[in-house]
Antibody, heavy 122, light 108 residues
Framework: QVQLVESGGGVVQPGKSLRLSCVVS????????MHWVRQAPGKGLEWVAV????????YYADSVKGRFTISRDNSKNTLFLEMSSLRADDTAIYYC???????????????WGQGTLVTVSS | SSELTQDPAVSVALGQTVRISCQGD??????AGWYQQKPGQAPVLVIY???NRPSGIPDRFSASNSGNTASLTITGAQAEDEADYSC???????????FGGGTKLTVL
């Protein structure tokens, strides 16, 4: 069955960097766009970034643009989120999520990981 | 507008029908997706597109759209439907995603 497993979260000081990973299984990873979505404690969902199935297109929320980088390794069924210049308001559970459409991007998220918590604090 | 607006909380009596709304200019162009999220769990897609349910989602969940408003209707709400419900759509650029703030549904 489809599984997405995030890792890499933890406590990090403001201004530092962190890399999140999302290993997927149960579907053809290279055919689907992938997203990162985050949720601050007690708050709503916030979209972070998307990467197309072939890696050709990537887009970021204004709140993270220039600081976060989304990438993928289709040979390893893995999605990444490189986060730099971290701030306290980046504290959240970070979910990777699959885009519903194959070989396209529909911006609906049909499978989600369990999330990994990133806490930015001194 | 670059945001989606939802009522913070809604309640429904067991077995009754409830409608949860989502408003935003982007909904004039793009259909909303709807997500159910229970405490400590990842969101689950319950509706996407005009009115489509992923496999495994009960048919008591349905969607409708009018102008800048998308609505999720639960017909015959069950106790297990108590959760937070969030909507999403693309923004005006078509390449970014907006989420509503979420609606906490209480089943009485």
């Amino acid at each position: 069955q489809v599984q997405l497993v995030e890792s890499g979260g933890g406590v990090v000081q403001p201004g530092k960097s962190l890399r999140l990973s999302c290993v997927v299984s149960g579907f053809s990873f290279s055919r689907f766009g992938m997203h990162w979505v985050r949720q601050a404690p007690g708050k709503g969902l916030e979209w972070v970034a998307v990467l197309s199935y072939d890696g050709g297109n990537k887009y970021y929320a204004d709140s993270v643009k220039g600081r976060f980088t989304i990438s993928r390794d289709n040979s390893k069924n893995t999605l990444f989120l490189e986060m730099s210049s971290l701030r306290a308001d980046d504290t959240a559970i970070y979910y990777c999520a699959r885009d519903y459409c194959a070989t396209s991007t529909c911006y609906y998220f049909d499978y989600w990981g369990q999330g990994t918590l990133v806490t930015v604090s001194s | 507008s670059s945001e989606l607006t939802q009522d913070p909380a809604v309640s429904v009596a067991l077995g009754q029908t409830v409608r949860i709304s989502c408003q935003g200019d982007s909904l004039r162009t793009y259909y909303a997706g709807w997500y159910q999220q229970k405490p400590g769990q990842a969101p689950v897609l319950v509706i996407y597109g005009k009115n489509n349910r992923p496999s495994g989602i009960p048919d008591r969940f349905s969607a409708s759209n009018s102008g800048n408003t998308a609505s999720l209707t639960i017909t015959g709400a069950q106790a297990e439907d108590e959760a937070d419900y969030s909507c999403n759509s693309r923004d005006s650029s078509g390449n970014h995603v907006l989420f509503g703030g979420g609606t906490k549904l209480t089943v009485l």
